[in-house]
């Protein structure tokens, strides 16, 4: 059973229309975050949420996380083409001490220029 | 800085053979881990680190060691490779203090036959 659903599992839009990827699970999270990877490269992170309901901002990327902390979506606006990449979330769950980050399965974006 | 590094970029080894996975940080970062990704799977934990001397298992362990000897250092060994071994491999590091931001080497393309 996969803790953190990621969906769509791919998506192929044109630039410069807008968009939105979902992290999604039953579980409670202390902290979530956004990871994109690029062909042949490691995940590179691109924000850490860790209050419900906050939404953080970087350029025309909008992260938000639940507000039962359960959930988390990443809205792209006006797509470009280097914003092309494999997106994961990962989280740790609330009250798991030593709980390691679980990584979802990955929605694999490319943007069409 | 040059981070978190991984040697080498490519392997193949037939099943059966030995290898070790080289993976260093000079980040002074406490945390270090190896994960495995493959097709539609995400991200999985191996092996883990919180210090040097101290190492444990992720949620999937078998047919991998490690060992830790110093802060900079995280080898990953197969010791005996199989086919469903065949994967790419991400080392990680992490300051234990914080959000858990992990960062990640380029990984290692591991094909055995």
């Known amino acids: 059973t996969q803790l953190l659903e990621q969906s769509p599992q791919f998506l192929s839009i044109q630039e410069g229309e807008n968009l939105t990827v979902y992290c ?3 579980s409670v999270f202390s902290s979530l975050q956004w990871y994109r990877q690029e062909p042949g490269e490691g995940p590179v992170l691109l924000v850490t949420v860790v209050t419900g309901g906050e939404v953080k901002k970087l350029k025309r990327l909008t992260f938000q996380f639940g507000d039962a902390r359960k959930d988390s979506s990443l809205h792209i606006t006006a ?12 989280a740790k769950r609330a009250n798991f001490g030593n709980e390691k980050l679980t990584f979802g399965t990955g929605t694999r974006l490319t943007i069409i220029p | ?34 994960y495995r990704q493959d097709p539609g799977m995400g991200l999985r934990l191996i092996h883990y680190s919180v210090g040097a001397g101290i ?4 949620e999937v362990p078998n047919g991998y060691n490690v060992s830790r000897s110093t802060t900079e250092d995280f080898p990953l060994r197969l010791l005996s490779a199989a086919p469903s071994q065949t994967s790419v491999y991400f080392c990680a590091s992490t300051p234990l203090a914080g959000l858990y931001e992990q960062y990640f080497g380029p990984g ?6």
């Open chain 1, 24 to 26: 999604n699970s039953s």
């Open chain 1, 79 to 90: 797509a470009q083409p280097g914003d092309t990449g494999l997106y994961l979330c990962a």
């Open chain 2, 108 to 113: 290692t393309r591991l094909t055995v036959t």
């Open chain 2, 55 to 58: 190492t444990d298992q992720g």
């Open chain 2, 1 to 34: 800085n040059a981070g978190v590094t991984q040697t080498p970029k490519f392997q193949v080894l037939k099943t059966g053979q030995s290898m070790t996975l080289q993976c260093a940080q000079d980040m002074n970062h406490e945390y270090m881990s190896w």
